[in-house]
T-cell receptor, first 114, second 114 residues
Framework: DVKVTQSSRYLVKRTGEKVFLECVQDMDHENMFWYRQDPGLGLRLIYFSYDVKMKEKGDIPEGYSVSREKKERFSLILESASTNQTSMYLC?????????????FGPGTRLTVL | SQKIEQNSEALNIQEGKTATLTCNYTNYSPAYLQWYRQDPGRGPVFLLLIRENEKEKRKERLKVTFDTTLKQSLFHITASQPADSATYLCALDLDSSNTGKLIFGQGTTLQVKP
C-alpha cells in the first residue's frame, strides 16, 4: 500500500517560532509538493521538488523554505511562523513526468500559529 | 494567468440521483484534467484522469467529460449514495515541463441525502 506520511496531524506553534513539517513517501517518486489549503481558496502550491536537492517556488513561497536531501523526504520550513500561516498543509508526491500522473497526498498537518 | 473555477456552493441531492459537478477553466489549454475526492480533515484522493483528446472517461459509477472548446469538464456520479458525500476537486496540468505541477480548483462539496 503506497503511502505519503506527514510528521504531525496537528501542530500548535507560537508566533516567531521556526517550524518544520516533514513529509516522507515510500513510492520512489521523483516529484514532491507542498500545498496549503484554506477555506474558499482551495489548494495552493507553496514549493515543489522534481529531484533530490532541486526545488522550485510555487504560487505562494513567501515565508517558507524547503529541503530535499533524500529522495523520499521533503521538508517544509516556516522560518518565523506568523498567524497568517495558520492553515492545513498537505504534502503530495508523483512519479517523474507531467500532468498525466496522479498525485498521492498525505493526511495533512493542521497548523495553528498563536 | 490560468484560472480554474468550480461551483463553490454545495450540491445537495437525493440518494439514487445523478450528481453533476462542473469545472471551468480559462487562459489555458491543458493536456490533462484530473478529479480528486477529499473527505473532511484528509488529503485528496485521485479518482480519474482524462486527456485532451478524450471526450469521456468512465470508472464504475463515475463519468468525466472534457470539452476543450467550452473549456469545461463535467464530473458525474450515477446512483449516488450517502458515502459519496465529500468535496470533489478538479485539477489541470500546469505546464509541459514534466514537473507534474497541477493547478487545483477550490472544490465543490457534495451532500447525498438518504
Amino acid at each position: 500500500d503506497v503511502k505519503v506520511t506527514q510528521s504531525s496531524r496537528y501542530l500548535v506553534k507560537r508566533t516567531g517560532e521556526k517550524v518544520f513539517l516533514e513529509c516522507v513517501q515510500d513510492m520512489d517518486h521523483e516529484n514532491m509538493f507542498w500545498y496549503r489549503q484554506d477555506p474558499g481558496l482551495g489548494l495552493r502550491l507553496i514549493y515543489f521538488s522534481y529531484d533530490v536537492k532541486m526545488k522550485e517556488k510555487g504560487d505562494i513561497p513567501e515565508g517558507y523554505s524547503v529541503s530535499r536531501e533524500k529522495k523520499e523526504r521533503f521538508s517544509l520550513i516556516l522560518e518565523s511562523a506568523s498567524t497568517n500561516q495558520t492553515s492545513m498543509y498537505l504534502c503530495a508526491s508523483s512519479p517523474r513526468g507531467g500532468g498525466n500522473n496522479e498525485q498521492f497526498f498525505g493526511p495533512g498537518t493542521r497548523l495553528t500559529v498563536l | 494567468s490560468q484560472k480554474i473555477e468550480q461551483n463553490s456552493e454545495a450540491l445537495n441531492i437525493q440518494e439514487g440521483k445523478t450528481a453533476t459537478l462542473t469545472c471551468n477553466y480559462t487562459n489555458y489549454s491543458p493536456a490533462y484534467l484530473q478529479w480528486y475526492r477529499q473527505d473532511p480533515g484528509r488529503g485528496p484522493v485521485f479518482l480519474l484522469l482524462i486527456r485532451e483528446n478524450e471526450k469521456e472517461k468512465r470508472k464504475e459509477r463515475l463519468k468525466v467529460t472534457f470539452d476543450t472548446t467550452l473549456k469545461q469538464s463535467l464530473f458525474h456520479i450515477t446512483a449516488s449514495q450517502p458515502a459519496d458525500s465529500a468535496t470533489y476537486l478538479c485539477a489541470l496540468d500546469l505546464d509541459s515541463s514534466n514537473t507534474g505541477k497541477l493547478i487545483f480548483g477550490q472544490g465543490t462539496t457534495l451532500q447525498v441525502k438518504p
